[in-house]
């Protein structure tokens, strides 16, 4: 079985500032994993995604994140934030299989508030 | 290109009747998915479907939801005698057979009074 635990379910930070959002997870197999973002009445947008290429992985609009096995962890970080980048950012988990099967499982996610 | 579109974007139903919301998936993306989003928690997978083989339902909260795929087309998403507890945003998403990259739609918001 898989999970993954978003802590802090909202975070707020200034515009400039360092965005981390902070995502663990649970899996008994290789995973991959990924970042998703939504806005405000629409569907999920991929970020980013790891699948056991390059540990550091650059995703859109300035976001990165390192998968760091010993710490079951792929945190999400952007080096300066931007009131665009306000949103509900979920981190999800699936297995490494081939050939499409990869249902996700998802945290349950992170309301990023940016402030002037 | 078009992306995943679902309909309706909103639906509004009374307790016990049974609804259908459909998903029109990415031209040639053979996978096909269904999660469930509650306000304020996480997706929850409901079903899987992938090219013609038998579909991963292990997500079903219970035997009033179902769901169909004809080929690698549309789905619909049926939930009988819906409870107020169904109320949620249903969310469907599209990978390619080699891929696995999930692209989303914008969902169906489910309001049971």
């Known amino acids: 079985a898989q999970s993954v635990t978003q802590l802090g379910s909202h975070v707020s930070v200034s515009e400039g500032a360092l965005v981390l959002l902070r995502c663990n997870y649970s899996?008994?197999?290789?995973?991959?994993l990924f970042w998703y973002v939504q806005y405000p009445n629409q569907g999920l947008q991929l970020l980013l995604k790891?699948?056991?290429?390059?540990?550091l992985v650059k995703g859109i609009n300035g976001f990165e994140a390192e998968f760091k096995k010993s710490e079951t962890s792929f945190h999400l970080t952007k080096p300066s934030a931007h009131m665009s980048d306000a949103a509900e950012y979920f981190c999800?988990?699936?297995?490494?299989?081939?050939?499409?099967?990869?249902?996700?499982?998802f945290g349950t996610g992170t309301q990023l508030k940016v402030e002037l | 290109g078009a992306g995943v579109s679902q309909s309706p974007s909103n639906k509004v139903t009374e307790k016990g009747k049974d609804v259908e919301l459909r998903c029109d998936p990415i031209?040639?993306?053979?996978?096909l998915y269904w999660y469930r989003q509650r306000l304020g928690q996480g997706l929850e997978f409901l079903i899987y479907?992938?090219?013609?083989?038998?579909?991963?339902k292990s997500g079903l909260p219970s035997d009033r939801f179902s769901a169909e795929r004809t080929g690698e087309s549309v789905s619909t998403l049926t939930i009988q005698r819906t409870q107020q507890e169904d109320s949620a945003v249903y969310l469907c998403?599209?990978?390619?057979?080699?891929?696995?990259?999930?692209?989303f739609g914008p969902g169906t918001r489910l309001t049971v009074l």
């Open positions: 998403a599209s990978s390619p057979l080699s891929g696995n990259e999930q692209f």
């Open positions: 899996s008994s197999v290789p995973p991959y």
């Open positions: 790891y699948t056991s290429a390059a540990t």
């Open positions: 999800a988990v699936s297995d490494q299989r081939t050939g499409g099967g990869n249902k996700l499982t």
């Open positions: 031209s040639g993306h053979t996978a």
């Open positions: 479907f992938q090219g013609n083989s038998a579909p991963d």
